[in-house]
T-cell receptor, first 116, second 115 residues
Framework: AQTVTQSQPEMSVQEAETVTLSCTYD???????LFWYKQPPSRQMILVIR??????QNATENRFSVNFQKAAKSFSLKISDSQLGDTAMYFC?????????????FGAGTILRVKS | DTGVSQDPRHKITKRGQNVTFRCDPI?????LYWYRQTLGQGPEFLTY????????KSRLLSDRFSAERPKGSFSTLEIQRTEQGDSAMYLC?????????????FGSGTRLTVV
């Protein structure tokens, strides 16, 4: 079974600064996908960024980028130029490559607070 | 595209009562997922449908839980004889099966409180 660990329950960052959220996972699979989801207070969870395990190049989406270290089973999220709207719970998630199911296994989450 | 809708947003019920939640996925999505999120934890998989077929159920889904997706459109999740441990946020998500590995679209959830 796969597990996802987020070791930082809470983080805070000043507006316009950079913050990195950590995530490690455990799997025996070779092909899989990794995700970061953002869940603002009382709002729906939205996809921030996705990484395919077979791609060495780290994914980027505007101010969001990842540091994917497959051998270390590490998948951190870097948020540059933090904005107040980035305040949310962030979840790291793992998805095994499979024809059916495509189930997500989530970590416990990191609460990020962006301060003005 | 109105996104994934869940109803109700909040439900408070007495222990032992039955509750039913509804999820309306994005209309062209043939995959529908239910997850449960307890306080301070990430969501956990409960079950999923492809069209009207329920293809997998987690061990978390005890026999008090039942989910349906008649005609492959909306889905309902029923909990019978609710217990305090059922208090959680119940999340629905949908996707096209062919691109499910790109992640899904989540609804805002139904928060259940059992008193």
């Amino acid at each position: 079974a796969q597990t996802v660990t987020q070791s930082q329950p809470e983080m805070s960052v000043q507006e316009a600064e950079t913050v990195t959220l950590s995530c490690t996972y455990d799997t025996s699979e070779n092909n899989y996908y990794l995700f970061w989801y953002k869940q603002p207070p009382s709002r729906q969870m939205i996809l921030v960024i996705r990484q395919e395990a077979y791609k060495q190049q780290n994914a980027t989406e505007n101010r969001f980028s990842v540091n994917f270290q497959k051998a270390a089973k590490s998948f951190s999220l870097k948020i540059s130029d933090s904005q107040l709207g980035d305040t949310a719970m962030y979840f790291c998630a793992f998805m095994k490559q499979e024809e059916y199911g495509n189930k997500l296994v989530f970590g416990a989450g990191t609460i990020l607070r962006v301060k003005s | 595209d109105t996104g994934v809708s869940q109803d109700p947003r909040h439900k408070i019920t007495k222990r032992g009562q039955n509750v039913t939640f509804r999820c309306d996925p994005i209309s062209e999505h043939n995959r529908l997922y239910w997850y449960r999120q307890t306080l301070g934890q990430g969501p956990e998989f409960l079950t999923y449908f492809q069209n009207e077929a329920q293809l997998e159920k987690s061990r978390l889904l005890s026999d008090r839980f039942s989910a349906e997706r008649p005609k492959g459109s909306f889905s309902t999740l029923e909990i019978q004889r609710t217990e305090q441990g059922d208090s959680a946020m119940y999340l629905c998500a949908s996707s096209l099966a062919t691109v499910a590995n790109y992640g899904y679209t989540f609804g805002s959830g139904t928060r259940l409180t059992v008193v």
